[in-house]
């Protein structure tokens, strides 16, 4: 597997290949390391924090790239997107730059078993549901194109729409095979695409009479 050594963004949050997601340069570690990585066309490593403390990294993450089409100053770092696009394990933590670096090696999902027919028609058709039933109420945070084609594409773009906690989603992530990914998912996705289907349904609650606030 191929290896290389990244800067890494720590984070409360999980991001999945294929997700977008804001990073905001609240430290100078993090304004400096955003600007490396946009000088040098470089790639950074989305790491979940499951404490509070920042003191435990978690082992796998997701290596994301800078998107340049966002507007913004060159020189303002308040709000980065980036894309999610490979996952990868820890290797080494360096502690010699003003920003945290490691050595990651690249850790697609393993292909073998293949899941059964049955399995990938289920898991891409309650991920068509749930994009539907989301459309009108969430903005666009994927951007599939740039996950390489194979069955665990699915399977990792579920991960990403699901409302789940951090920790489960990490669990996820951590996931080795895509068979096994997509019936988890599959599970996860019995459950919430009936709810998004049934909010997606009821219609706008508008405000009796009495309850409006008059502005002048």
């Keep these: ?23 905001f340069a609240e430290t100078r570690g993090v304004d400096w390391m ?4 946009r000088e040098q ?3 950074l490593g989305m790491i979940f924090v499951p404490d509070i403390g920042g003191h435990t990294l978690a082992g796998v993450g997701t290596l994301a790239y800078l998107l ?8 303002d770092f308040s709000n980065i997107v980036v894309v999610g696009q490979y996952r990868f394990q820890i290797l080494q933590i ?9 050595t990651v090696q690249l850790w697609p ?23 539907q039933a989301l459309s009108n109420t969430l903005p666009a945070a994927l951007l599939p ?23 489960d989603r990490q669990r996820l992530l951590e996931i080795p095979t895509a068979k ?29 009479l009495h309850e409006r606030v008059s502005l002048n």
Excluded at 2 to 23: E, H
Excluded at 94 to 102: F, G, K, R
Excluded at 193 to 203: K, Q, S
Aim: aromatic share 10%; with cysteine; net charge neutral.
């Design 1 to 23: 597997m191929k290896t290389l050594r990244v800067p890494i963004y720590p984070s409360a949050d999980v991001v999945f290949p294929g997700q977008l997601f804001p990073i």
């Design 34 to 37: 955003l600007r490396f990585c």
């Design 41 to 43: 066309r470089q790639p």
């Design 68 to 75: 340049d089409d966002i507007p913004q100053k060159v020189q």
């Design 94 to 102: 360096h502690q010699d730059q003003v920003y945290l670096e490691a």
């Design 109 to 131: 999902w393993i292909e073998e078993p293949r899941p059964g027919w049955m399995l990938v028609e289920q898991v891409g058709n309650y991920l068509r549901r749930y994009v």
């Design 145 to 167: 194109e740039v996950l390489p084609p194979g069955v665990s594409t699915l399977g990792v773009l579920s991960a990403a729409l699901l409302p789940l906690p951090s920790a």
């Design 180 to 208: 096994v990914l997509l019936s988890t998912v599959l599970d996860y996705m019995r459950i919430y695409v009936p709810l998004a289907e049934r909010l997606a349904d009821m219609p706008p609650k508008v405000a009796a």
